[in-house]
């Protein structure tokens, strides 16, 4: 066995397929084979990951070729400042090895490699190269049959406007005070010279791999592959309810479609790994025909053990979350709207009307309120009658409910201190769901259950506008829907009477 290494000329996107085909029929004839390949620009899908939630799809479609490779991880930004390292192994080299200590075992070997070329670089779990928290790459690996197929994206150069263009960055990553500091949460490897610094980590990485594996290392030429013309960016299933959680893995998302109260079809997608390659097929072949009540217990007993940053329990929970949605837009009477409530129970322990019994305040966000408004940066509100905030206001106050605008992000920290000593155990909040993702540790710590509804309109994170916004600066109006907001409110007059006598 010989770790044979190539470098690849830079390929068409549709070609990708094909080499990873290549690279994994080199392994089953016993060496071990690394590339170093480079795509002209596309968006390069993670196989579990959804484009129309991880694409910004304006810009995509018809601008960048989508590709999908085989293992899963984040969705990237992929052009010739790119290197996407590709090798495969027999799954016999690592026999007892879990997903998480591949990935480990594999990011510390280029971040060794990194660091002996004079290139500061860590790994950091559950998958990044860091210098420092800045991002130098990330590794992902998936099985495929009797092999192990292992990929790392090598941030060589970056082009941080086509990457904020094309990707909505599941985490907190993206700063809308601009591209200079989106840039600065990550750390290109090349520097002022990417091609010279590729040239000399390449074969260094082929030489670690090869002394990780005690044996040698050949350059080869790279292998003949077939371009594939890749399919347009299609819409896909539109579910009959959905829900998404997000986890130290990544952001898992589940779409069901009903009948009758029972799967019908289910979909598990996300920016996530899975050691199988059909190991989320196969959990939602499982829960096809199986009754909304009968779900959670389903999924527990056929989800996979072996996964990279979420767990059994974790899909389990998402199953329950479905549920609770499904089962609150009955009450609702209109099943779409429970697509904008999201339930956090910081225990996951508390249910939709768990935590409207437990609701004991109601928090609007600043952008909602009209621009002209002089109350739009401070916490209040006369109900003037020209706009939904009012509206919510008066449904908040004639329920009992204390009322607050939240104005920026440390105003939203002291609130939830002051609800916690205040002894209330749960909010319903107004926000949109990228602010509830990217911030759910400020809810975490706040350690209150919710209820969310979300918000319509542009919100900051499709405007880019993040960082302006947390400050209370955010110059575009969010849409409030106060006729979702009564409804949710309603049902818990209905099964709480006693919230309005408080
Ligand atoms: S209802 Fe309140 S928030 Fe809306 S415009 Fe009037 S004062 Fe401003
Ligand atoms: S993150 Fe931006 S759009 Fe979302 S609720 Fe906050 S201010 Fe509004």
């Known amino acids: 066995m010989t770790v044979c290494w190539h470098e690849t000329p830079i390929l068409d996107p549709g070609a990708f397929h094909d080499y990873e085909r290549a690279i994994l029929e080199q392994a089953s004839a016993g060496d071990v084979p690394l590339g170093f390949a480079r795509l002209k620009p596309c968006a390069l899908l993670g196989a579990f990951d959804d484009q129309n939630r991880s694409l910004r799809r304006s810009f995509v479609d018809g601008h960048l070729p989508v590709a999908r490779r085989r293992t899963g991880g984040g969705s990237l930004y992929v052009d010739a400042g790119t290197t996407l390292m590709v090798a495969a192994m027999p799954r016999a080299l690592a026999p007892r090895q879990t997903l998480t200590a591949l990935i480990a075992m594999i990011g510390e070997v280029i971040a060794k490699t990194l660091r002996d070329q004079g290139i500061p ?53 993206l700063s809308a005070d601009g591209l200079l500091a989106a840039a600065q949460r990550f750390a290109p490897i090349g520097g002022a010279r990417p091609s010279a610094v590729a040239a000399r980590v390449y074969p260094a990485m082929a030489a670690a791999l090869a002394t990780r594996l005690t044996t040698d290392a050949v350059r080869q030429s790279p292998p003949a592959v077939c371009i594939t013309p890749l399919p347009p960016c299609g819409d896909e299933l539109s579910p009959d309810v959905s829900a998404f959680l997000k986890t130290p893995g990544g952001v898992l998302y589940l779409d069901l479609l009903l009948d009758d109260g029972v799967v019908g079809a289910a979909r598990i997608v996300g920016g996530v790994q899975c050691a199988g390659a059909n190991d989320l097929r196969r959990l939602t072949m499982a829960m096809t025909g199986v009754s909304l009540d009968e779900l959670e217990r389903a999924v527990l007993a056929a989800a996979p053990g072996d996964a990279l940053g979420f767990d059994r329990t974790d899909l389990a929970y998402l199953a329950r979350l479905c549920v609770e949605r499904q089962g609150l837009g009955e009450r609702l009477g209109i099943p779409g709207d429970a697509e904008r409530v999201t339930l956090y129970s910081p225990r996951r322990d508390q249910g939709f009307l768990d935590l409207l019994a437990d609701v004991g305040a109601l928090l609007l966000p600043y952008c909602a309120k009209p621009t002209w408004c002089k ?128």
């Open 121 to 173: 670089a860590a790994f950091t779990a559950p998958n990044d190269i860091t210098d420092d928290g800045r991002k130098r790459g990330s590794v992902f690996v998936v099985w495929v049959g009797d092999q192990i197929l292992i990929e790392a994206a090598l941030l060589f150069a970056i082009d941080i406007e086509a990457l904020m263009k094309t990707i909505k960055l599941p985490l907190e990553k």
């Open 375 to 502: 109350w739009r940066h401070r916490d209040g509100c006369p109900e003037c009658g020209h706009c939904a905030v009012g509206e919510a206001y008066r449904l908040g106050r004639e329920r009992g409910l204390p009322v607050t605008t939240i104005t920026r992000y440390e105003h939203l920290h002291m609130v939830l201190a002051q609800l916690r000593a205040a002894g209330v155990r749960a909010f319903l909040g107004v926000c949109c769901t990228e602010f509830f993702l990217k911030r759910d540790y400020a809810f975490i710590e706040g350690g209150l259950g919710a209820l969310f509804i979300d918000i319509g309109g542009d919100t900051c994170y499709t405007l880019r506008a993040e960082e302006s916004a947390y400050r209370g600066q955010f110059t575009a109006e969010a849409t409030l829907d106060p006729r979702l907001l009564e409804r949710v409110l309603r049902l818990s007059d209905t099964h709480y009477p006693s919230i309005q006598n408080e």
